[in-house]
């Protein structure tokens, strides 16, 4: 593991993430950040339109390709400098090396908001079978780029069961209702959280009127596919502007 980058996590941090399968980095977006990426996304989403998260149709490796319940954003590594944060920032690489050690990559990076009404999804790992303690595949940030309450969809996330060897729907009669261990993320807008995605989670319904906003950044062992094929999707412009270490991350 690179200790430089574990050493951005502080060791009851390092503690809190291996034990319950999440941690809150804290607030790591400003205000003014959090409304210039939501005004991007908006206008990214205009533009887009009915082929919104298409990428994602079109991927083999993804657990919700079209989701009724949420609008969706797909590659944004090619749609703005902007999303660059999501996969270099040092405190949540110290997170996800924590979880899958030194050798990972981005799978994808994605925008998910869950509509008025809508957005539960049922109890899931990102991964397909259980694994044993320690053998990570996977492993997720979420942004928060509204505040996330008891009310507007926030996620959900049964802390220690990464380590349980089973999954949701083997165990639960019915993975879609609440688990009696379960948390809800709880945080203002600008919060990041790290979650070992093999700890079982899933977004809740939105029974407010508006909509809650996030992006994944997620990321995978580089043995594993990547959801995105980032080598395929990569233009001359994000090439042009990453770093070498950035390159490295998305496997390019
Ligand atoms: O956005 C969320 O709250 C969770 C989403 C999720 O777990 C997924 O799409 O697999």
Redesign the pocket.
């Known amino acids: 593991m690179n200790q430089t980058q574990l050493d951005m996590l502080s060791n009851s941090e390092k503690e809190f993430l291996e034990v319950n399968g999440y941690l809150n980095l804290g607030q790591l977006l400003t205000g003014a950040e959090v409304s210039a990426i939501n005004e991007k996304l908006k206008k990214l989403l205009e533009a887009e339109g009915e082929n919104a998260g298409s990428e994602l149709a079109e991927s083999k490796y993804i657990?919700?390709p079209k989701?009724e319940g949420a609008d969706r954003l797909a590659d944004l590594v090619n749609k703005g400098s902007i999303f660059d944060q999501f996969y270099t920032h040092p405190r949540v690489l110290a997170g996800i090396s924590a979880v899958l050690g030194d050798s990972y990559k981005l799978s994808s990076l994605n925008y998910?908001a869950?509509k008025p009404g809508k957005g539960l999804?049922k109890l899931?790992v990102?991964y397909k079978n259980a694994v044993v303690a320690n053998d990570y595949k996977v492993c997720n940030s979420?942004w928060l780029l509204d505040d996330f309450t008891t009310d507007n969809?926030?996620?959900r996330i049964v802390p220690g069961t990464h380590k349980s060897d089973r999954l949701p729907d083997e165990v639960m009669k019915d993975p879609n209702l609440s688990h009696p261990e379960e948390i809800l993320i709880n945080a203002p807008a600008g919060s990041v959280f790290i979650f070992n995605s093999h700890v079982w989670?899933?977004?809740t319904e939105n029974r407010t009127s508006n909509i809650r906003r996030?992006i994944?950044s997620y990321f995978c062992t580089r043995d594993q596919p990547q959801q995105i094929d980032q080598r395929k999707y990569l233009t001359q412009e994000t090439s042009n502007r990453l770093s070498v270490r950035a390159k490295e991350i998305l496997d390019v």
């Open positions: 657990r919700h989701e998910r869950a999804q899931h990102d979420i969809g926030a996620t989670h899933g977004g996030s994944h």
